[in-house]
């Protein structure tokens, strides 16, 4: 098969673990007799240095000249610590999940065996959690009208929904549900925002069309604190753009690191992936960034953008046994031997040939 694949490192560490990504896919490939045909572009604060533009119009061609988008990280410091920059990388990746449709992001949580230990979370609170997160991803607060008033001392954002961003985003759940354990929880804060009793009175409409559904709903405080608590009592949740936000950084440590999250963005069309984790400033170019959370993005991109199931599998198996053999970068490695960044490609890419 020929696949199309876009690869937007970003910053950071971003070109780091993409070049991991890379070298696993294309062990896949080989293997699988398939030809990957990758085309790079720049974004974020490489894209601004380069064309004055974090998500610059060749970058957008790219994109929609491919089959999926492959995405490492965004984001630099000295735009963080500079509240008037004109131009920030972060827009960069908002704009782009705007123009690519991408309304639904997909964050799994779930735990490695081997690395039960590594939690934040005591064990027999983490065993067996497994929970996927489906964010909405192209309204809220994020692309509603923000500005300043009164000579620049009061600033606002305004959380703005319409009923069919939530109900596409509510049946990508109700689907989802209903190919694991039929239980659905809506999170909002419905107690005091309106949106929130958009949300719930949207998601309360639409179960009556799935009857095996089991729906609760569920104040996004209330479900910050569950889940650390009991994060395996939760399955498939959905929820507002900025709470998912919040709560995929808080769920994505419980299997020990954030960097060994994936996501998937998707819409109408072509879809993106990408780790959970940020672009990592201070780790650039030090080889020790984790590149699980992209490869395991990759392993995401290979079953839902092309439904090849093995070649996901395969990968997810070399990424079990190498952290069972202890092949760990320094986020999550305990004594003092450490592998690299690259040194865990490698050694993806040859338990892959070898399998
Ligand atoms: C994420 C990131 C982005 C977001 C930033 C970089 C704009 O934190 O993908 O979760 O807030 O959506
Ligand atoms: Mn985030």
Not at 163 to 170: M, N
Request: aromatic share 8%.
């Amino acid at each position: 098969m020929k696949l199309k694949i876009a690869a937007l490192a970003g910053d950071g560490i971003g070109p780091e673990v993409i070049r991991e990504a890379i070298k696993v896919s294309n062990a896949i490939a080989k293997k699988f007799n398939h030809n990957i045909i990758w085309n790079h572009a720049l974004t974020g604060a490489a894209a601004i240095d380069k064309y004055g533009d974090p998500y610059p119009s060749d970058t957008h061609n790219v994109c929609i000249n491919s089959d999926a988008v492959l995405f490492g990280a965004i984001g630099l410091p000295k735009y963080d610590n500079n509240p008037s920059a004109k131009v920030r990388p972060e827009e960069g990746l908002l704009r782009m999940r705007k123009k690519l449709g991408l309304y639904a992001n997909v964050r799994p949580t779930f735990t490695f065996k081997s690395l039960i230990d590594k939690s934040p979370l005591k064990k027999e609170r983490i065993d067996g959690t497994d929970l996927i997160f489906l964010r909405e991803l192209t309204g809220g607060i994020y692309f509603g009208e923000k500005g300043r008033k009164d000579s620049g001392n009061i600033a606002y954002d305004t959380c703005i929904y319409s009923r069919d961003e939530i109900t596409r985003l509510a049946k990508m759940g109700f689907e989802l549900a209903m190919k694991r354990s039929n239980r659905l929880c809506c999170v909002d804060k419905a107690n005091v925002m309106e949106s929130s009793r958009l949300w719930r009175e949207t998601v309360q409409a639409l179960e009556t069309e799935y009857p095996n559904v089991n729906v609760s709903y569920e104040l996004v405080d209330a479900v910050a604190m569950r889940l650390v608590q009991w994060p395996n009592s939760y399955d498939v949740l959905i929820t507002e753009n900025l709470f998912g936000d919040i709560l995929t950084d808080e769920a994505s440590v419980i299997s020990g690191s954030m960097g060994l999250m994936p996501s998937a963005s998707l819409g109408d069309g072509i879809a993106l992936y990408e780790p959970i984790h940020g672009s990592f400033p201070q780790a650039t170019n030090k080889n020790i960034a984790n590149p699980l959370a992209t490869i395991l993005s990759a392993a995401m991109m290979f079953e839902m953008s092309f439904n090849l199931i093995n070649e996901s599998n395969l990968i997810k198996k070399a990424v079990n046994i190498s952290l069972e053999k202890g092949i760990l970068t320094e986020d999550i490695a305990d004594s003092k031997k450490s592998f690299k960044t690259s040194e865990v490609g490698d050694f993806l890419v040859k338990l892959i040939n070898e399998h």
